[in-house]
């Protein structure tokens, strides 16, 4: 029998990985953390119990892993959305949305939660894509701030709020009217920061 190419032995490894991860994050969506095992991952992969062990030693690193490729998956999408607009009030309505898509997606545990059921060092792990996250609303802030369409404030403080509204509208979603939240939530950050608007709705540079 020829041996099978290193590549080949490569991309099944990586496919099985993401039989692995995709389970993972249906459960969580449907059924959420709490009494989650990695049998119930196992058997919703289509793969054997030890398979999921020879790639995870327990849940915790599955969730770790599960994490950081949602996020970064979400963080470089982002980015690349981002970089097609130049208003930074433009740009901020843009993180709102994605942020709100990306947190009613997911579903995964917000961040007090995380932090209960992971190790310090885990949790830490997390803390990387969050850390970019918040850059990048930073920049946009302050992108606006220079170009005179939002009003000097603390930028750190800011990001803050606007992270905690978002993940405030995200738990109290409701069946249909999506949009209107949605539109809802952006037009209340837009306000919170001092953006202002002409007749049109287009972004004006303030006074």
């Known amino acids: 029998m020829p041996r ?23 459960l969580l969506f449907s059924h959420g953390l709490p009494g989650l095992t990695m049998t119930d991952v196992a058997r919703s992969a289509g793969v054997g119990r030890t398979a999921v062990y020879n790639y995870f030693a327990d849940l915790e690193q599955l969730l770790v892993a599960f994490a ?22 433009d740009r901020l309505s843009l993180y709102v949305r994605a942020q709100l898509e990306d947190l009613t997606r997911r ?22 894509h969050v850390g970019e996250l918040n850059r990048l609303l930073e920049d946009i ?8 369409f939002l009003p000097e404030a603390d930028v750190e403080g800011l990001v803050q709020l606007i ?3 978002l993940t405030a509208s995200a738990s109290r979603r409701t069946s249909g009217a999506e949009e209107e939240r949605v539109a809802a939530a952006v037009r209340f950050i837009q306000a919170g920061v001092g953006a202002a608007f002409d007749d049109d709705g287009r972004p004006v540079t303030i006074r």
């Open 4 to 26: 099978i190419a290193a590549p080949t032995n490569a991309a099944q490894r990586e496919q099985t990985q993401r039989k692995i991860l995709d389970a993972f994050g249906e």
């Open 68 to 89: 950081l490729d949602e996020t970064g998956r979400f963080v470089s999408e982002l980015k690349a959305r981002l970089d097609g607009l130049e208003n930074p009030v």
């Open 107 to 128: 579903h995964l545990p917000p961040g007090p939660a995380m932090r209960s059921v992971l190790s310090s060092e885990s949790f830490a792990k997390l803390a990387v």
């Open 141 to 148: 802030l302050r992108d606006g701030m220079d170009q005179r």
């Open 163 to 165: 992270h905690g509204s």
